[in-house]
């Protein structure tokens, strides 16, 4: 997806959001595997816990995100385009991105966030990466599939606490450039091709 290089107040103008909301971001299905209730369940203890909270839903489930937040502001911008993506990406405050088997590489919606630098909070579990278990408390917040009370805790905690969510931000953007860039993907396939490929001569 292509990162759009724009600063979160600019991204909340073009959102129409006020600057002075906390937005709790969704993006992608809202599939079972995506944990819904937990997913309820943390984004209402973060509302209880801070002032205007809105939630940005960026997906082709807007009707089940409404049913599923009902009483909550949460606005539904629908599946959007790669680049409307990444805006509404940046307006974000934070990332909920739980899955039933635990965050892996593979999972698009959630490296989407750490491109943007949105301080994100997902699960770890049998499919969890090594590479990703090793960068959790310091790119992101991982909490165990099997324990909602963690994640919930986990993501008010981070809503609560600004500085954490700025160092975690700055920390998963940099943690994507370093590993998910087509311009690093391409490096690396090249560096082992060069290693393991025999040269005829």
């Not at 724009?6 to 299905?29: E, P, Y």
């Amino acid at each position: 997806m292509p990162a759009v290089d724009i600063s979160r107040d600019v991204a909340r103008g073009i959102v129409d959001i006020s600057a002075d909301s906390f937005v709790a971001g969704l993006f992608g299905t809202l599939h079972a595997s995506r944990m819904p209730p937990m997913l309820r369940r943390a984004i209402r203890a973060i509302n209880d816990r801070l002032d205007e909270v809105v939630v940005l839903y960026v997906g082709p489930d807007g009707e089940e995100a409404r049913t599923l937040l009902s009483g909550l502001s949460v606005l539904d911008a629908g599946p959007l385009p790669a680049k409307e993506v990444s805006i509404h990406l940046s307006a974000m405050d934070l990332h909920l991105a739980p899955f039933s088997d635990g965050v892996s590489t593979r999972r698009g919606s959630f490296l989407a966030g750490l491109q943007q630098g949105v301080p994100s909070v997902s699960t770890r579990g049998p499919l969890s990466d090594d590479r990703l278990m090793e960068k959790d408390g310091e790119a992101f917040v991982l909490t165990p599939v099997e324990t909602s009370s963690a994640f919930v805790d986990a993501s008010v905690s981070l809503a609560e606490d600004d500085a954490r969510r700025e160092s975690i931000g700055k920390a998963g953007q940099t943690f994507f450039e370093k590993n998910f860039t087509w311009s690093r993907i391409a490096g690396l396939l090249t560096e082992w091709l060069n290693d393991t490929v025999p040269v005829r001569r």
